[in-house]
């Protein structure tokens, strides 16, 4: 059995890649790495943004464990130019998975990414791995298993958020684990 934790990071800033962890957020990550106490983590993945190796520092400290950066991991990009309805925009990306804005991914592309992280790790020796990413790209990646993971659910994503994949006889389950209530 192979399990993967997929994690949102913490609250941060902002949205550029540089946008770190607010107050809140570095808590966040603290009881994030509490939670975690009793699991097995043997490996852990994150994006390059600096707000997800934020995230997940407390929890690679408490176990040893290195963080590896995966580009693959980052945010999906819905755009290069400012979109004053990107809200909307983003909902019919959630509809139409070939749709792609100017200078942007779309979520047919993403998808495409983060399973090779997840395929790769589901190939490792690794039987727990930890990942640590962005909402839209979890919320796509949630949606390959589940259709029914859509817009809406993106939407309630919380900041952290905690999914489990697991692969068991080629069979994939998917389950909410903890999310910030706070």
């Given at each position: 059995?192979?399990?993967?934790?997929?994690?949102?990071?913490?609250?941060?800033?902002?949205?550029?890649?540089?946008?770190?962890?607010?107050?809140?957020?570095?808590?966040?990550?603290?009881?994030?790495?509490?939670?975690?106490?009793?699991?097995?983590?043997?490996?852990?993945?994150?994006?390059?943004?600096?707000?997800?190796?934020?995230?997940?520092?407390?929890?690679?400290?408490?176990?040893?464990?290195?963080i590896e950066i995966n580009s693959q991991l980052k945010?999906?990009?819905?755009?290069?130019?400012?979109?004053?309805?990107?809200?909307?925009?983003?909902?019919?990306?959630?509809?139409?998975?070939?749709?792609?804005?100017?200078?942007?991914?779309?979520?047919?592309?993403?998808?495409?990414?983060?399973?090779?992280?997840?395929?790769?790790?589901?190939?490792?020796?690794?039987?727990?791995?930890?990942?640590?990413?962005?909402?839209?790209?979890?919320?796509?990646?949630?949606?390959?298993?589940?259709?029914?993971?859509?817009?809406?659910?993106?939407?309630?994503?919380?900041?952290?958020?905690?999914?489990?994949?697991?692969?068991?006889?080629?069979?994939?389950?998917?389950?909410?684990?903890?999310?910030?209530?706070?």
């Amino acid at each position: 059995m192979k399990s993967i934790y997929v994690i949102r990071h913490c609250e941060a800033e902002g949205q550029p890649p540089e946008a770190a962890l607010t107050e809140k957020g570095f808590k966040q990550a603290i009881e994030l790495a509490t939670f975690f106490n009793n699991v097995k983590i043997e490996r852990i993945i994150s994006s390059p943004y600096k707000r997800a190796i934020q995230t997940i520092q407390p929890l690679a400290k408490q176990l040893n464990v290195e963080i590896e950066i995966n580009s693959q991991l980052k945010e999906r990009v819905l755009s290069a130019d400012h979109l004053p309805d990107w809200f909307e925009k983003l909902r019919t990306t959630f509809e139409d998975f070939d749709l792609k804005f100017k200078g942007g991914e779309s979520s047919q592309e993403a998808v495409i990414r983060i399973m090779e992280v997840i395929e790769n790790v589901f190939n490792s020796d690794f039987e727990s791995t930890t990942i640590v990413t962005h909402g839209n790209l979890m919320s796509l990646l949630l949606n390959n298993y589940n259709q029914e993971f859509g817009f809406d659910e993106w939407s309630k994503l919380s900041n952290p958020d905690v999914y489990l994949i697991k692969l068991n006889n080629n069979e994939i389950t998917l389950e909410r684990v903890w999310n910030w209530r706070g």
